[in-house]
């Protein structure tokens, strides 16, 4: 039996555009210039020079965009996110967290288990695949559970979720606390392939904490997470997939003795990967002195040396991508007490932005570089990348990279708003996101120019 | 002063005024009738999540001593238990419109927020771990009255610093007041990097000779979910404030209530170096300035606080 595709979105018609004269960023392809680009039925059908391509032609039949002082990229693919389909709709669900992926430049998301059912069997990713199909506006990739129920026990009938289209497996929002249960999972990987992601944290240092350990939450009086208990977790778990020959992929890396125990991972021949959030890169345990419950998220805003790190991490290929963690909740559910909060911030909306403000613009790092993590997810599990090139899928975000905005300030598309970003002046913005060769999305105030 | 949540916003200026104010307020308590009309017809509602008897008991004296009306609400038996957030809990108790809502609760911040959602000014009796301005404020006012100025002294806090929000109420406000701050206690008891909230920290007695006043904290059996001391008999053997320990020119201060035998031995906490049951005096005189600064002081604004709600943003 051959296995279904893995990323599902409802059918949309197929977009016919041109973007005349626009600066093609696409590390990739090795593409750093001015073109016109040519969408037909879907499809990156043509580049040329600016202002080349003949609309006369094509009259009526193409929507034509002027890209004068606009950037297109490659559409950015976010490998973490959780849409929070089914069960907790009152916070998300595939219609509206696809439209904020949309909204953020993303043709591709990979959504998380930790849903009400967990996604734990092949009937419920059956359904859940199915409903994407009819909701979702841009691709939905699905990982289902390592353990039945997210127990952390047995294991969850990895091969025929395999079968069904899942793109690989994770607890995430829990650790695989016992190591004798991951190493089972590994092993069962050599039958059923696909990628275990993991959330490391060691409950037993975690337990009651709500921010990270340091002199904040010796200020503040809240119990600490401690930077260990993700870094030992990183480290025990690649001495496990070396082992057994696995692949895994750790999530929302936060501190830096976990971006060193990567590093050596991968000096070591280990088969992993892994990611950083935005606001991990961005904001630090600082940002919590204020109890803002939207800047309570797991793992928590570490110290300045932990964003340092992960930035450093970032730049040299340690860290293979972002990801968001889109993780929304209702406002009454964030209108608590800090302690009581539940964690999670969303992210889609504002990932390119905040971190082309606040890493790309003072020089940190390249625009270039940015673009190449943002887009990198799809390869780590086992997917095209998306480019600029003729005969590929449109999976295209056009940007205005000096357009300012304040996220929220006119509301937002995800159905929650509890974005660590919210309020802050940042300056660029996603106008059009093309997914699958649709168009998914569109700024409200970014209208037709003409031919 | 539009609400008082926390030491760490308090400057040295605000604390001599409260103290000041108190030690006015503990002239009226001698007289044969405590009561002065200084805050008549006015409404403090107590709203304390938490079990206590002292704190409570003495912001309903000052309160009354004052002549406000006082409300007492306990969330044990109401819709609390009902599954009612804080929030709306606030929201509904603010119809009666309060002039002052003192609360207390098991989370960090709580009082803060609460003075976002409502006009009343807020006093911060407890919010977890985190701080309890009123304790600070009226071990000030003691060490004030027993010993004059703070400046230079050195004070040593002593037991379980991570579960005490007195202490670190204490520690901000005595080194505010120029005292010289040393914190001791197991390690496991120790917040890691306590230190920079300007304090010092040691693992034994060995140098309490040092000190100027030892203020040993409460064991909070209550906030502990796990063992953080192998036994308390180990405790008590290398932290207890006991006579063998305590220097006959240093006194001895405690947060109560007081476990008898682990923290403190009997015989200091009956002996004439503790201030403990001056403490418990102060707390009447202390609320009762802090009341008084909130609403009636100088420096308290006209009660229309409320800020603007954040603006609902479109689904």
Redesign the interface.
């Known amino acids: 039996m051959s296995s279904p595709a893995t990323m599902i979105r409802r059918s949309q018609p197929p977009a016919d555009l041109l973007f005349r004269d626009v600066h093609v960023l696409d590390p990739r392809a090795s593409i750093d210039r001015r073109l016109d680009v040519l969408v037909r039925d879907g499809e990156i059908a043509q580049l040329g020079e600016p202002s080349t391509i003949d609309a006369t032609e094509l009259e009526g039949t193409v929507e034509v965009l002027a890209g004068q002082g606009k950037h297109l990229l490659p559409a950015f693919f976010d490998p973490h996110v959780h849409l929070r389909t089914p069960g907790q709709e009152h916070k998300e669900d595939l219609e509206t967290g696809t439209r904020a992926a949309a909204a953020g430049g993303y043709a591709g998301v990979i959504a998380m288990p930790n849903t009400d059912p967990v996604i734990d069997s092949a009937p419920l990713l059956r359904s859940l695949r199915s409903a994407a199909a009819r909701e979702a506006r841009v691709p939905v990739g699905f990982l289902p559970a390592i353990t039945r129920g997210l127990q952390g026990r047995e294991l969850t009938e990895m091969a025929e979720l395999m079968q069904e289209g899942a793109l690989g497996f994770t607890d995430d929002g829990k650790p695989v606390a016992s190591a004798g249960t991951l190493r089972k999972a590994l092993q069962y990987q050599r039958l059923c392939g696909g990628v275990l992601t993991l959330h490391e944290e060691d409950p037993s240092l975690s337990a009651g904490g709500s921010m990270r350990e340091g002199p904040v939450s010796a200020a503040m009086g809240l119990t600490g997470v401690p930077s260990v208990s993700e870094s030992t977790m990183v480290a025990r778990d690649a001495a496990l997939a070396r082992y057994e020959g696995g692949r895994v992929h750790f999530q929302h890396l936060s501190a830096a003795e976990s971006v060193e125990a990567v590093a050596t991972a991968k000096d070591q021949g280990a088969l992993v990967s892994a990611e950083a959030s935005p606001h991990h890169l961005l904001l630090t345990e600082e940002d919590v002195r204020g109890l803002d419950t939207r800047m309570k998220m797991n793992p928590p805003l570490g110290a300045e040396r932990d964003r340092l790190a992960l930035i450093e991490g970032l730049r040299c290929g340690t860290i293979d991508c972002v990801a968001t963690d889109h993780a929304p909740h209702a406002r009454e559910e964030k209108e608590v007490p800090f302690e009581q909060a539940p964690m999670g911030t969303t992210g889609l909306e504002t990932a390119f932005a905040a971190l082309h403000t606040m890493l790309v613009l003072p020089g940190v790092l390249s625009l270039r570089l940015l673009i190449e993590r943002m887009t990198a997810g799809s390869e780590l599990f086992g997917l095209e990348a998306f480019t600029v090139r003729s005969g590929q899928p449109a999976n295209l975000a056009l940007v205005d990279l000096s357009a300012a905005w304040v996220p929220g300030e006119n509301g937002w598309e995800s159905r929650s708003e509890n974005c660590c970003f919210a309020g802050r002046q940042l300056t660029g913005r996603v106008l059009l996101t093309v997914a699958d060769g649709s168009v998914a999305y569109r700024q409200r105030a970014f209208t037709v120019v003409g031919a | 002063m539009n609400h008082l949540l926390s030491v ?1 916003e308090l400057d040295r200026e605000a604390i001599e005024r409260i103290v000041a104010q108190a030690t006015r307020f503990a002239q009226v308590a001698d007289r044969e009738i405590k009561k002065v009309p200084a805050l008549r017809g006015r409404m403090v509602l107590n709203l304390f999540y938490e079990s206590s008897t002292r704190t409570r008991s003495s912001f309903e004296l000052a309160a009354k001593r004052l002549s406000a009306d006082v409300v007492n609400f306990t969330p044990g038996g109401s819709s609390v238990e009902k599954g009612e ?3 709306d809990t606030v929201l509904t108790l603010s119809a009666h419109k309060p002039d002052v809502i003192v609360i207390r ?1 098991p ?4 009082a ?2 609460v003075s976002q959602w409502c006009s009343a000014a807020i006093v911060n009796a407890g ?5 309890h301005p009123t304790q600070a404020l009226l071990d000030v006012y003691t060490l004030r009255r027993r010993l004059g100025a703070l400046d230079g002294l050195r004070i040593w806090i002593v037991g379980d610093v991570a579960h005490s ?1 007195v202490a ?1 109420s204490n520690i901000l406000a005595l080194q505010k007041m120029g005292a010289k701050v040393t914190v001791a206690g197991p390690p496991t008891l120790i ?4 230190e ?2 300007g304090c010092e920290v040691r693992h034994t007695l060995s140098e309490l000779h040092t000190a100027d006043v030892v203020y040993a904290l409460r064991m909070q059996h209550e906030r502990m ?1 796990e063992a953080w001391v192998p036994s308390l008999r180990e405790y008590a053997a290398w932290y207890q404030v006991n006579a063998r320990r305590l220097r006959s020119r240093q006194l001895l201060m405690h947060p109560g209530p007081v476990n008898r035998g682990v923290e403190l031995s009997g015989e200091v906490v009956d002996s004439p170096q503790s201030l403990i049951s001056s403490q418990v005096e102060a707390g009447v005189v202390v609320r009762m300035a802090v009341l008084y600064e909130l609403l009636a002081g100088s420096q308290s604004p006209a009660r229309t606080p409320l800020r603007p709600a954040p603006e609902p ?3």
């Not at chain 2, 989370?107 to 709580?110: D, H, N, P, R, T």
């Open positions: 760490e957030s804080l929030k609760t989370w960090v911040g709580s803060e927020l919010d977890g771990k985190h701080e929000r670190r917040p890691r990097d306590i920079t909230l979910t943003q479109p689904a």
